[in-house]
């Protein structure tokens, strides 16, 4: 555990270097590119539509669209289209836990079960017996508060080949029908993946994190997001409940058909998760609906190291935490996380921790922190370069393709930034 600690303070301290030092070469945001590369993403095919905005030195350096929100009824991409942001949901979730963390609540380093015991005899799948039956083990250490908040406590996300992954599909934790302790009933009875801190894999860790807010700060989740992120940011428009009133602002989603063609995706698609009477779940990952303004007022924070319109909303030391790397560099095994650039994972958020690679990695600057959601949106906070970025679209699958044009449309083909390696 000391070992853990010391690594995470060296990785602090080398973020904060990095945070401080100055780019090798400043970014200049060149509207003309950045309108051309959204066009191209509508004229390729590969979006609808989409938008962007761009604060820079704290005030806005660009805003733009191309396309349609909803093609079929030919109405534009807008300033105040609204769209579901899925996992960019979140980041917002780590910031309310952290709150919490702040307040003394919680560790970091305590065990998951001091606070939720139904997890205290989670067990870890370590194959089949030769009659087929599984075997599963007691973990060699527990699940602690940590491992949730970077994706390292060995839980799923969804129906796959595996056990567990079977189990977790059985057990549904995640069905909209459930609220949050239910959830987290279910989950428990779910085997462990693998032993807890020693791989990244994606997972339902962020809803124990809005079970947990749930539980310590005695308010329905939904409600605390409201009134200690949403209501004090002014973010007017994000929330998991929404109205009937805002379905002619809201984004149609597009799926890629068996022609390579988008598709406008069903009505259901579009509704389950916010416009639901029967929805008991409020997901810490995923279900917030948001505009461009709102949703930049949440990254404006972060890159302001909590604060917004003399509102506090973390500790400046809170938000480095979140933005430091915190895998160990024993953890090998990242799933698709190298994908999305070279870094590692923070609390909630993506990390960069060096420079790109290569030319097809996505631009940007080490110490930059961010996420996006299932129909391609992101966002991300660039503090060496005070600059916040918000990229919507409605596109699924998720097309990476797109992250990896909007980024070179805003920091230039030639940009590295500081060096952190």
Known sequence: MRSLAFAAVAATLTLSSAISAPPTSTVTIDKARIDRSLQDMVSSGR??????LVWKDGKEAYFGTAGYADREAKRPFSRDTLVQIFSMTKPVSGVAFMQLWEQGKF????????????????????GKDTAGNPILVAPRRPILIRDIVRHTAGFGYGPGPTYPEEAFAKADPLNLANDLPE???????????????????????VDVQALLVQKLSGQPYEEYVRQHIFE???????????????LPRLAAGYAKGPDGTLQRKSEADFRHMNFNPERKLTMGGAGLISSVDDFMRFARMLVNGGTL???????PSTVRMMATNELDARVTDRQWLPDKGNGGFGIDFAVRTGQPKDTQENRGAVGEFFWDGAW?????????????AVFFVQKDPFDRSLHRDIRRAIYGDDYLGPTGD
């Open 47 to 52: 979006a609808a539509g989409a938008s962007a």
């Open 107 to 126: 560790g970091l380093d305590d065990p998951l079960s001091m606070y939720l015991p139904e997890f205290a005899n989670a067990k870890v799948f370590v």
């Open 183 to 205: 959830f987290g009933r279910r989950l428990a009875t779910v085997p462990l993946l693998y032993e807890p801190g020693t791989k990244w894999r994606y997972s339902a860790g």
């Open 232 to 246: 004090p940011l002014g973010m007017k428009e994000t929330g998991w409940t929404q109205p009937e009133s805002i």
């Open 309 to 315: 319109d003399g509102v506090r909303i973390l500790k």
């Open 376 to 388: 391609s949106t992101l966002f991300w906070v660039d503090p060496a370069n005070k600059l916040t």
